[in-house]
Every structure is written in C-alpha cells, then in structure tokens.
T-cell receptor, first 110, second 112 residues
Framework: EAQVTQNPRYLITVTGKKLTVTCSQN?????MSWYRQDPGLGLRQIYY???????DKGDVPEGYKVSRKEKRNFPLILESPSPNQTSLYFC?????????FGPGTRLTVT | QQQVKQSPQSLIVQKGGISIINCAYE??????FPWYQQFPGKGPALLIA?????SEKKEGRFTISFNKSAKQFSLHIMDSQPGDSATYFC???????????FGKGTRLSVIA
C-alpha cells in the first residue's frame, strides 16, 4: 500500500530534550516536506526537500532541522524543543503537485 | 509573502444544503489550485484540483469554480452530508513540485 508513515504518533517531552520524528514514504517520491498544524493558523511548511541531500526552509523553520540522506526518509529533528513547538506535525511526499500526507504526530513539549 | 486567504473559518450547513468555501490568492504565477479534506485524527487528503485553463471542475458533489481575473476560487459541496464534516484547505502553487501555499482552513459541520 502506497503510504507515508510517521513515528511516533504521539509524544510528550520536556523542554530541551532532543527528539526526532521519523517520516518514510514508499512511493519513490523525490519531494518531501514537513508541516505543522495549529488552530487558526492552518498548515505551515517547516522544511521541504526536492531530492536527496537537497533541503530548503519553509515558512517556519526556526527550531527545526531536517536531513535527507535517502529518498524514502525525511526525519524532523528538534534539537532543543520548547513549549511553542507543541503542535500537530505532518510529513508529506509529493508527485506532480499532489501531496500525500502522513497520519500526523501530536507533540507536546512541557 | 505569498498568501492564500480562505473564508469562512467555520461553516455550519444543513444536510442537503450547499456548502461554499472561498479562497483568494495574490501570486499570478500560481497555476495549480487544489483542495484538501481533513477528517479528525487524519492527515489532509487531496479532494479535487483545478488549473487555470478551465473555469470549473466537477467531481461528483464537489465543484471548484475558478475566476482568474479576480484571483479567486471556491469549493462548492452540493447536497452536503454529515460525512462531509471535516476541515477543508485550499492551496495554490506554481507548476510541478514547488511548495504548496495553504489557506488557514475551514471547519465544515453538516447537521441533520
């Protein structure tokens, strides 16, 4: 089944404790991206990647890192999470403009 | 900054009625306008999309109307059903795999 998977689905952590949210797609898509979704603010892009080893900042990149060492994986790294990064995070892969979203990761930073 | 403005923020429609969600964009280089549907606890999924060479696209009960001169596009849901209750996002992009710019979403509730 063609899909985008994210792990973990839920995470509660404390301020400053580094964490990684994994994202993997099995559709051989070159384009992948990360979004955060907050009430009243919609979907905001954090980072995107046009291909392996090519990443670029989206609208809200501060406090996040990404890497794209292989086509299928695009992890999101929070080196020092803060409470304002409490949000619902979505990974997506894209082909000819159609975004395929993962199921989401709900992150709470206390 | 490139923006897509979406309205209303929330919408309540009676079962069988027409739901209408509007979006406006600024960047005249946009040439791809999708709508995404998101159910609670799920990621958004593509519902329907249009390119500016046509003024309307219909798929079942869902229709996109596009007005290039006004830089506006809208989603119409005919015969709205409780199962249509979801959050809807409009978006816009240049051709190909360039970043989508999303509207802020509309929470639709269809009541019986």
């Amino acid at each position: 089944e063609a899909q985008v998977t994210q792990n973990p689905r839920y995470l509660i952590t404390v301020t400053g404790k580094k964490l990684t949210v994994t994202c993997s797609q099995n559709m051989n898509h070159e384009y992948m991206s990360w979004y955060r979704q907050d009430p009243g603010l919609g979907l905001r892009q954090i980072y995107y990647s046009m291909n392996v080893e090519v990443t670029d900042k989206g609208d809200v990149p501060e406090g996040y890192k990404v890497s794209r060492k292989e086509k299928r994986n695009f992890p999101l790294i929070l080196e020092s999470p803060s409470p304002n990064q409490t949000s619902l995070y979505f990974c997506a892969s894209s082909f000819v403009g159609v975004q395929y979203f993962g199921p989401g990761t709900r992150l709470t930073v206390t | 900054q490139q923006q897509v403005k979406q309205s209303p923020q929330s919408l309540i429609v009676q079962k069988g009625g027409i739901s209408i969600i509007n979006c406006a964009y600024e960047n005249t280089a946009f040439d791809y306008f999708p709508w995404y549907q998101q159910f609670p606890g799920k990621g958004p999924a593509l519902l329907i999309a249009i390119r500016p060479d046509v003024s309307e696209k219909k798929e079942g009960r869902f229709t996109i109307s596009f007005n290039k001169s006004a830089k506006q596009f809208s989603l119409h849901i005919m015969d709205s059903q409780p199962g249509d209750s979801a959050t809807y996002f409009c978006a816009a992009a240049n051709s190909g795999n360039t970043p989508l710019v999303f509207g802020k979403g509309t929470r639709l509730s269809v009541i019986a």
